[in-house]
């Protein structure tokens, strides 16, 4: 899988929980899941179980709160998928 | 004590035969029942297969939750509620808050019994499976008893008291006498009161399974609910919500608002569970004292009132109730009010009861008549023998009441008496 496809992948599971669509439209790799996209930090949870679901991973507690941006994001599933 | 005048300016039900206050309206006074055959019962071998359950596409949902809310949303009371409180909201003329600035004068009272029980039962699979790590964020929102108040304050943007009250079948009727006190003594302007059920077999398999449901009308099941009727063999699950938005007199004027009605006054209280009174049975001095203290918090007489809205559930307590109203009014016969019971065409609708029964009540006064009881046409004996039949209309007749009085009793013997009037 390239990373401009991960990253669509990604987009497609976040968009459901961002209330700042203005700053969906302007996604890189600084994005912050809670400050620009203004994901309830509540939902980071339901991300990373989509991400699960997506990419056939397991994303533990420990990768789970290094997940609060896009970048952060795409590394970790990389990682993930690479131990697979 | 401060005591300054409470109307009703908003209402909005989700009934098992109506889930919009005008479609309410009409299945009332027609004597259209909600309740049906349910296949799922059946399949899991209930003795009752029938309830009261309200029916609407799923897609009606998108009118009130986002679609992020409605991800993984697995509680019927849920949709229930907020269908029906937003609807009392708007009814009333409010807006949904867009500020960030709460309404600090505006608060909700929305009660259950359980909620989200099939959520519940999805997170305790998952829990068993060891899988506690995948209930996602949405599991304690959606069971937490104070869900419903919550989801409601956070969509209207309320910033008065949010909370959910919870005394089992009288929970609806109580949630509209907190929100009568609270304005009355001038700790809020509005407040969205009503209460909500849950539907489905894991909400009524208790009762199925204590021999309280009626069993014998599977195949009949517009027959089976028969309060006051000497067939009467058990109360019909049901669920739904329903919701009125309580206001200071002086706010509903400054707003120009439609006015449904007064609320004059009321009492809550409970029998102790001592003399005769349990866990599942009423006390009737309790009741009777209910009823009596509601009348005198009203300031009117025991010959005012026009019509009862009873509690009436279709079991052999309903001679008792007639009885207890029979001796706390000092009324009978042909001097007895109008009753009726809601319940012969929804079912029990357990918490939400109370609120969906003062739905229907305030209508009742709004709008001029008092709707039939449908399957009393064999009206028990002993309550023949206290109250005229033509005090029990079988139809529903033209006849506009001025006051009506509305109780609600529940398990752990506790009651509550609401006083409505005309305005």
């Known amino acids: 899988m390239t990373q401009e496809e991960l990253l669509s992948k990604l987009k497609t599971i976040i968009t459901p929980y961002v209330q700042n669509e203005k700053a969906l439209g302007e996604l890189n790799e600084e994005t912050d899941f809670i400050k620009d996209l203004e994901i309830n930090s509540a939902n980071l949870v339901d991300v990373a179980l989509d991400v699960e679901d997506e990419f056939d991973i397991e994303i533990d507690n420990e990768a789970m709160e290094k997940m609060l941006t896009v970048g952060a994001s795409v590394s970790i599933i990389e990682q993930k998928l690479a131990e697979k | ?423």
């Open chain 2, 1 to 423: 004590m401060k005591n300054r005048r409470v109307v009703i300016t908003g209402l909005g039900v989700v009934s098992p035969n109506g889930t919009n206050i005008s479609d309410f309206r009409n299945a009332i006074q027609k004597g259209s029942s909600g309740i049906r055959y349910i296949e799922e019962l059946n399949n899991l071998n209930f003795s009752c297969q029938i309830a009261g359950k309200p029916i609407y596409e799923s897609s009606y949902l998108n009118n009130y939750f986002n679609k992020l809310q409605l991800r993984g949303l697995n509680a019927s009371g849920m949709e229930y509620g907020v269908i029906a409180g937003i609807d009392a909201w708007k009814d009333a003329g409010l807006e949904i808050n867009k500020n960030e600035t709460p309404l600090w004068d505006a608060g909700i009272i929305f009660g259950t019994g359980i909620l989200g029980v099939d959520k519940f039962r999805e997170a305790i699979y998952k829990v068993d499976e060891g899988q506690v790590r995948r209930l996602g964020s949405t599991t304690v929102i959606q069971t937490m008893a104070s869900g419903i108040s919550a989801f409601l304050g956070g969509i209207l943007g309320c910033g008065n008291i949010v909370t959910t009250n919870s005394s089992a079948c009288s929970t609806g009727t109580e949630a509209v006498l907190l929100a009568y006190e609270r304005i009355k003594n001038e700790q809020a302007e509005i407040i969205l009161a009503g209460s909500t059920s849950d539907s489905g077999p894991y909400v009524w398999g208790g009762f199925d399974a204590m021999r309280i449901l009626p069993y014998k009308y599977n195949n009949d099941p517009v027959s089976a609910s028969r309060p006051m009727s000497a067939s009467a063999s058990g109360f019909v699950p049901g669920s739904g919500a329903g919701a009125l938005v309580i206001e200071s007199l002086s706010s509903a004027q400054k707003r120009g608002a439609t006015i449904y009605a007064e609320i004059l006054g009321g009492h809550i209280n409970s029998g102790g569970q001592r003399n005769e009174g349990s866990m599942t049975a009423p006390n009737s001095e309790a009741v009777q004292r209910c009823i009596i203290k509601a009348i005198q918090d009203a300031k009117i007489q025991p010959n005012d009132i026009d019509a009862i809205n009873g509690h009436l559930t279709a079991t052999s307590k309903d001679s008792l109730e007639i009885k207890n109203w029979c001796t706390a009014l000092n009324r009978k016969k042909k001097d007895f009010p109008y009753i009726n019971s809601l319940k012969s065409l929804t079912g029990h609708c357990l918490a939400a009861s109370g609120s969906i029964e003062s739905v229907a009540t305030v209508l009742q006064i709004k709008e001029g008549f008092i709707f039939g009881n449908i399957n009393s046409e064999d009206l028990h004996p002993d309550i023949v023998a206290m109250v005229d039949r033509e005090k029990i209309p079988e139809k529903t007749i033209d006849f506009s009441p001025n006051i009506i009085a509305k109780a609600s009793f529940g398990f752990g013997d506790v009651n509550a008496c609401i006083i409505f009037k005309k305005y």
